[in-house]
């Protein structure tokens, strides 16, 4: 009876918060019987990376966006291109050649099926992945229990990418509408841009609409870029620059302080300042220490439950890059 009345209450929440992730069957340790170890196993190689390479553990945390904005949280970011499939997602210009860790993901899948072969998605070594990303570069503030039970896709194409991931140069209607269509609010959209506290971007992701023209960019944070980067930058000449000018390698609040002091490298950053109610969210998250992390862990959740695959909609990967026979 009792069980029955909580089955019904979660169908219920269900049709009000349609993404939520026990809509989907994700399940915080969903894992612990048949592969016990699994999240212990991926966060020891995403610590020997990011450890190395702060740099490595930004490109999960976008890597794991990526996934969940093209066919949903299924791993198709991380196929290989074929003979039958030669544009897939990750050579699209989105993510190719800027997406990086996928070394990572290899390596923890390869860990995972010696432990338990068969078992563990990519989809939910990628979720977990940018998790624990997320942990080490925020000196271990931002502990997300991260829900499990995505299956792998087989379906990656260079056009969906290009279609569904919100390009550097949108203003705040078009990125708005490009999280409501996976079902996240603008708040989400808010907290989430927030991951550009670390990593780097290319020169060629915001020189023409930043640099080159007039914008509401801080005039010597402007320089500074100028300094850094060709006028027209090229795939030979395309230089790096760090987004969060004060804390690089800290996954912290410091982005909105920066979007608060317009120190931030694309139209997209600088469009949160753009409504009162966008800017009141910037405000509070630079202002009222501890909010935006707990926002975030919230945030990445809400986003690992876009379009999960069950059941013969998808597969679990022997190898990460390419699909099953
Ligand atoms: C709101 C819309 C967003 C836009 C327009 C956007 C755009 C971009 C662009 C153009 C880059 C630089 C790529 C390059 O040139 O190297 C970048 C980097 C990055 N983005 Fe976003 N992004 C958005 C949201 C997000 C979200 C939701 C996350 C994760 C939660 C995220 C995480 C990152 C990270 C960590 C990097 C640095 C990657 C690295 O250093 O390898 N971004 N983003
Ligand atoms: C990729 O998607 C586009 C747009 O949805 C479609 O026109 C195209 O046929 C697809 N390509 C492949 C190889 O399936």
Redesign the pocket.
Known sequence: MAAASLKLSVALACVLLLSSAACHGLEVGYYKKTCPRVEAIVRDEVKKFVYKNA?IG??L??M??HDCFVQGCDGSVLLDPTPTNPQPEKLSP?NFP????FEVIDAAKDAVEKACPGVVSCADIVAFA?RDAAYFLSKMKVKINMPAGRLDGRVSNSTEALDN????F?NLDQ?VA??AAKGLSAED?VV?????T?????C???VSDRIAVTSDIDGGFANFLRRRCPANPSTANDP?VN?DVVTPNALDNQYYKNVLAHKV??T?DAALLTTPATTQMVRDSANIPGQWEAKFNK??IK?GAIDVKTGKQGEIRRKCRVVNH
Do not use: E
């Not at 991931?165 to 550097?168: I, W």
């Open positions: 740099g930004a490109g945390i976008r794991f966006f989105p800027s997406l990086r860790g940018g991931l919100p390009p550097p949108f990125l490009s999280f959209m989430l841009s927030g991951a550009h670390i990593g780097v971007s290319h060629s992701s915001f790096t987004q490298l694309f997209s945030a990445m986003m």
